[in-house]
């Protein structure tokens, strides 16, 4: 039975407008100011209103700080620890759900087990590895005494792999999906099998249809995470070619004794906001069907 209860619906609808408006006015601030000129920002107070320069401030970003190669740095590694992070945890939880192997549920919580451990903690061996990823070989030549193995040298230090292949491991995704798979009856697994389906077969036609809503709405949070890491490209790359674009925000940063440039600031800032944004717009349906049907 549905109820009129205009009030009630006036107010939810004001709490709601108000609190995307006190979300949202940030954001404006910074598309108001990346689009004036110096002249305009030095005014107090500061125009409500946008100005004309937003696209000469964005041609003075992309050429003067050369932000499209941040920008395309960012796309390439988030878009590579969404898909490395989707394969591997799919794969995972696909492991530890259906397969009957000695130490499985020991495996799965030691997965669970690193969700207590940020990215801070670990860093410091994970900068090792990346430095040097054959440095394992590098050990066992020195056991052995094969000086192949000791001059190997495997260095992923300002290139892609070095920015996506450490992070693309994820704990949180892997029980996610266990979690989602653990919800399916077990008559699909029996008739596939009856059916004459292989593992992969079953995991290919029948495990990610299924999972489809649930794997558009975690690559989004996978995206963003990527798309805004800081600490791990500022430490992995030396060479300014290969930085991202939160990093290339900082270099943007107005000096002390250099004219306040905070209109190119906040043009990079909005540049750099934009494609999640695109991300979330273009995929917010699935995004809420997958947060629903994962809750179910």
């Not at 992070?85 to 492991?95: C, E, G, N, P, Q």
Request: proline fraction near 6%; aromatic fraction near 12%.
């Amino acid at each position: 039975m549905n109820e009129r209860t205009p009030v009630l619906d006036f107010a939810c609808h004001a709490i709601l407008v108000v609190g995307a408006a006190i979300v949202c006015l940030p954001i404006y601030f910074v598309f108001v100011t990346g689009s004036q000129s110096q002249q305009e920002i030095m005014q107090v107070p500061l125009s409500w209103l946008p100005g004309d320069q937003f696209l000469a401030n964005m041609q003075t970003v992309l050429s003067s700080a050369k932000f499209g190669k941040l920008l395309l740095n960012s796309f390439v590694v988030a878009c590579g620890i969404t898909l490395g992070k989707l394969a591997v945890s799919l794969i995972a939880a696909f492991a530890v759900t259906y397969f009957r192997f000695p130490f499985r549920l020991t495996a799965f919580w030691l997965i669970f087990m690193s969700l207590m451990l940020p990215i801070e903690v670990r860093i410091v061996p994970t900068y090792e590895s990346a430095a040097n990823v054959a440095l394992p070989l590098n050990i066992l030549g020195g056991w052995l005494g094969w000086q192949a193995l000791i001059d190997l040298d495997w260095n992923l230090v300002n290139t892609y792999s070095g920015l996506i292949l450490p992070l693309i491991a994820s704990a949180t995704a892997t029980f996610l999906f266990r979690q989602f798979f653990l919800t399916l009856p077990d008559e699909l697994c029996e008739a596939a099998r009856i059916d004459g389906a292989s593992p992969w077969q079953f995991f290919r036609l029948i495990l990610l249809p299924l999972s489809r809503s649930n794997i558009v709405a975690l690559a989004i949070i996978l995206f963003l995470m990527g798309w805004n890491q800081y600490l791990w490209p500022l430490l992995l790359t030396t060479d300014p070619d290969m930085a991202t674009a939160v990093i290339g925000l900082k270099k943007l940063m107005p000096q002390s004794d250099s004219l306040p440039t905070w209109h190119v600031l906040m043009n990079a800032a909005f540049l750099t906001m934009l494609p999640p944004t695109i991300v979330i717009l273009l995929l917010q349906r699935w995004f809420v069907k997958g947060l629903v049907d994962s809750g179910k």
